[in-house]
């Protein structure tokens, strides 16, 4: 009888030491995914653009596709790439950063050109639009360059989140990777999903429920859908912006080069009066500005020299953002 006390004792604190594991993977794993909060939102923001067009059936299937693929990007790509870095090269993070923070003021500074200065759209018809002779083909493509398109933000998230971890040995920091990965990946589209399917749920309300209010809230909600996607679109470039500058800034400074962020820490210090939410405010507003401006230099880089390259080595990809 005590030996097996002495086991059921073991036992229990081998399960608190467990459960203790999981709670620091879960808390690691929330801490690192709010750093991506720009990647996701942008994420979020472009993927319903990849089932417009499509019948409704198709929708949630194209989605399903596109998270398979953003899964096998993150934890069979990714996750041991990112790893074997913080193994044997942990020197590289940093750097890797600064080009992911580079890529993410490019995407946002050439929205803003996009919209302050239109122009052709880059692939399709005159309008945009698709040859839609051939569904199933038009499926396919849109599915593999919204998959190539997701590699590189699972990327930046991937690096970002390994950044962000604080984990005592390999074990809690490969499953706090693995943790973010899932629940990112499972958020987004998650949320991709809500969203390009509330418009037909808007519209089944308004159309088959016999209360007037029910039918009310189903035109409410397909004519709010536009604006929320806007919003979205909207949202997600500003915070592409801000994370992209907070990056390349955070990024220097543990690299080396601590002006910058001395520099903005002292502003938003001297004007936010030692207020935290306005010293917050004054930090990410002065890293937006940053984040634009470098995009701005970046956008004949990327369009004259990096976005051929990468159309010669992966086809329509380059178009598919």
């Given at each position: 009888?005590?030996?097996?006390?002495?086991?059921?004792?073991?036992?229990?604190?081998?399960?608190?030491?467990?459960?203790?594991?999981?709670?620091?993977?879960?808390?690691?794993?929330?801490?690192?995914?709010?750093?991506?909060?720009?990647?996701?939102?942008?994420?979020?923001?472009?993927?319903?653009?990849?089932?417009?067009?499509?019948?409704?059936?198709?929708?949630?299937?194209?989605?399903?596709?596109?998270?398979?693929?953003?899964?096998?990007?993150?934890?069979?790509?990714?996750?041991?790439?990112?790893?074997?870095?913080?193994?044997?090269?942990?020197?590289?993070?940093?750097?890797?950063?600064?080009?992911?923070?580079?890529?993410?003021?490019?995407?946002?500074?050439?929205?803003?050109?996009?919209?302050?200065?239109?122009?052709?759209?880059?692939?399709?018809?005159?309008?945009?639009?698709?040859?839609?002779?051939?569904?199933?083909?038009?499926?396919?493509?849109?599915?593999?360059?919204?998959?190539?398109?997701?590699?590189?933000?699972?990327?930046?998230?991937?690096?970002?989140?390994?950044?962000?971890?604080?984990?005592?040995?390999?074990?809690?920091?490969?499953?706090?990777?693995?943790?973010?990965?899932?629940?990112?990946?499972?958020?987004?589209?998650?949320?991709?999903?809500?969203?390009?399917?509330?418009?037909?749920?808007?519209?089944?309300?308004?159309?088959?429920?016999?209360?007037?209010?029910?039918?009310?809230?189903?035109?409410?909600?397909?004519?709010?859908?536009?604006?929320?996607?806007?919003?979205?679109?909207?949202?997600?470039?500003?915070?592409m912006l801000w994370v992209g500058g907070s990056i390349i800034v955070h990024s220097l400074h543990e690299m080396g080069w601590h002006f910058p962020e001395e520099q903005i820490h002292h502003i938003a210090v001297a004007y936010g009066q030692q207020n935290p939410g306005l010293e917050w405010g004054i930090t990410a507003?002065?890293?937006?500005?940053?984040?634009?401006?470098?995009?701005?230099?970046?956008i004949p880089v990327g369009t004259k020299i990096v976005a051929p390259i990468w159309g010669k080595l992966f086809g329509g990809a380059a178009q598919a953002h």
């Open positions: 009888m005590s030996g097996l006390l002495a086991l059921l004792d073991d036992v229990s604190a081998i399960a608190k030491i467990a459960a203790a594991s999981v709670d620091d993977i879960g808390a690691a794993a929330m801490k690192a995914g709010s750093k991506t909060a720009g990647v996701v939102i942008d994420d979020a923001a472009v993927t319903p653009k990849y089932v417009q067009g499509f019948a409704p059936a198709r929708e949630l299937p194209i989605i399903w596709r596109i998270a398979r693929g953003s899964f096998i990007n993150k934890l069979v790509l990714l996750m041991p790439a990112v790893l074997l870095m913080a193994a044997f090269a942990p020197w590289l993070v940093w750097p890797l950063l600064i080009m992911g923070g580079c890529y993410l003021c490019f995407e946002g500074a050439e929205k803003i050109v996009h919209v302050l200065m239109p122009h052709d759209a880059h692939s399709g018809g005159p309008d945009g639009s698709h040859d839609v002779k051939d569904p199933e083909h038009l499926e396919e493509e849109k599915i593999k360059g919204a998959i190539k398109t997701d590699f590189i933000l699972s990327a930046e998230i991937m690096v970002i989140s390994l950044s962000a971890i604080e984990a005592p040995n390999f074990f809690m920091q490969a499953a706090t990777l693995a943790v973010v990965a899932v629940m990112i990946t499972a958020v987004v589209y998650g949320a991709v999903a809500v969203i390009v399917k509330m418009d037909d749920i808007g519209m089944w309300m308004n159309q088959n429920s016999g209360i007037g209010a029910i039918r009310a809230l189903g035109r409410m909600i397909v004519r709010f859908m536009p604006w929320l996607l806007k919003a979205l679109t909207v949202i997600g470039t500003a915070a507003a002065i890293d937006f500005v940053l984040g634009f401006l470098i995009g701005l230099v970046l």
